[in-house]
């Protein structure tokens, strides 16, 4: 859901807190978030399971030098285990996971340790409204 930052109760919990990057595998570009303190075997209880719930939030922030911000939250959960993400990417990363609907969580080394598949029809809102304001804005 798309939710401007100063509208919502707790914005601190919105201070980015990994990076992210767009990689090219087999010449298609794939949307990654940058998660250097995990390895695979955190993510193995993940795999093939069907309590998992992934949810994507994106929102926008102000910033009275750089100007208007587009973000998103990812929480990736099981029964036992949680991942949060908040990160603030540039243009061509949105434009990836709009275009492919996948992000991937990657490590340092650049290795794939988790992926998913999501509904970005939220997010695509999202994004019309930041290109419209940016045309406001000229």
Same mark, same amino acid.
């Given at each position: 859901?798309?939710?401007?930052?100063?509208?919502?109760?707790?914005?601190?919990?919105?201070?980015?807190?990994?990076?992210?990057?767009?990689?090219?595998?087999?010449?298609?570009?794939?949307?990654?978030?940058?998660?250097?303190?995990?390895?695979?075997?955190?993510?193995?209880?993940?795999?093939?399971?069907?309590?998992?719930?992934?949810?994507?939030?994106?929102?926008?922030?102000?910033?009275?030098?750089?100007?208007?911000?587009?973000?998103?939250?990812? !929480? #990736?959960? &099981? /029964?036992?285990?949680?991942?949060?993400?908040?990160?603030?990417?540039?243009? @061509?990363?949105?434009? +990836?996971?709009?275009?492919?609907?996948?992000?991937? !969580? #990657?490590? &340092? /080394?650049?290795?794939?340790?988790?992926?998913?598949?999501?509904?970005?029809? @939220?997010?695509?809102? +999202?994004?019309?409204?930041?290109?419209?304001?940016?045309?406001?804005?000229?």
């Amino acid at each position: 859901m798309f939710v401007p930052l100063d509208k919502m109760p707790n914005p601190e919990e919105f201070v980015p807190t990994h990076k992210s990057m767009v990689l090219h595998i087999q010449k298609n570009p794939v949307s990654c978030i940058i998660d250097p303190n995990s390895k695979l075997s955190d993510f193995e209880s993940l795999l093939d399971n069907p309590h998992v719930k992934a949810k994507l939030v994106g929102f926008l922030n102000k910033d009275e030098e750089i100007g208007l911000l587009i973000g998103f939250k990812l !929480i #990736i959960s &099981s /029964e036992d285990k949680s991942f949060e993400y908040t990160v603030y990417p540039n243009e @061509q990363l949105i434009d +990836t996971l709009i275009f492919n609907d996948i992000i991937c !969580i #990657i490590n &340092s /080394e650049m290795d794939q340790l988790f992926s998913l598949k999501i509904n970005t029809d @939220q997010f695509v809102k +999202t994004k019309s409204e930041f290109d419209k304001f940016q045309n406001m804005l000229k």
